[in-house]
């Protein structure tokens, strides 16, 4: 990268709250270190924040390609959807296996090798598919409900100044 120093590279993020997500453009000169490359379904995380939730997939809405190298970087065979994996790191199952497999060090660090010991329910691939699209309707529907609720608050009563 650094051998192109006025190409524009698109560097990717991973957020607690929003999984992987476009972060910003960074010009060849700048790297110090060699990124990776995150495909297209492939997930990414920070083995020293991955406790917290600091997790992503890359999906269709997600353009850019790189991530620094201190994230870890793999895609799953195809009898693991990388939706489910993540669903179950991210429920309070998988956040209880993350903790059962970083124990022992001082700094709580779930390197890829920990991972792979990580035990969890495979269940065949067409009923991971059903799973995940439940998930995604009950997400939608929860989101449909908020916006509901913020309308009908809001056309119901006068908006006012906080005072303290």
């Known amino acids: 990268l650094s051998a192109k120093p006025d190409e524009n590279f698109k560097i990717l993020g991973i957020s607690n709250e929003l999984g992987m997500f476009d972060a910003y453009v960074k010009k060849g000169r700048e790297f110090k270190q060699k990124y990776k490359k995150v495909k297209q379904g492939w997930i990414a995380y920070n083995p020293y924040r991955i406790n917290v939730g600091s997790i992503g997939i890359k999906d269709e809405n997600i353009v850019n390609d790189l991530i620094s190298p201190a994230y870890v970087v793999f895609s799953c065979k195809e009898t693991l959807l990388p939706e489910y994996l993540l669903f179950i790191l991210k429920s309070e199952f998988g956040n209880q296996e993350i903790r059962n497999n970083t124990t ?6 779930l390197n890829y090798d920990k991972l792979c010991n990580i ?4 269940l065949p691939i ?5 799973m995940m699209k439940k998930y995604k309707d009950l997400q939608n529907e929860i989101e449909r409900l908020q916006k509901a609720l913020h309308t009908q608050c809001f056309a119901r009563y006068s908006v006012q100044r906080i005072s303290y």
């Open 104 to 109: 022992g060090s001082v700094r709580q660090i």
């Open 119 to 122: 035990r969890i329910p495979i």
């Open 126 to 130: 067409d009923e991971q598919k059903a």
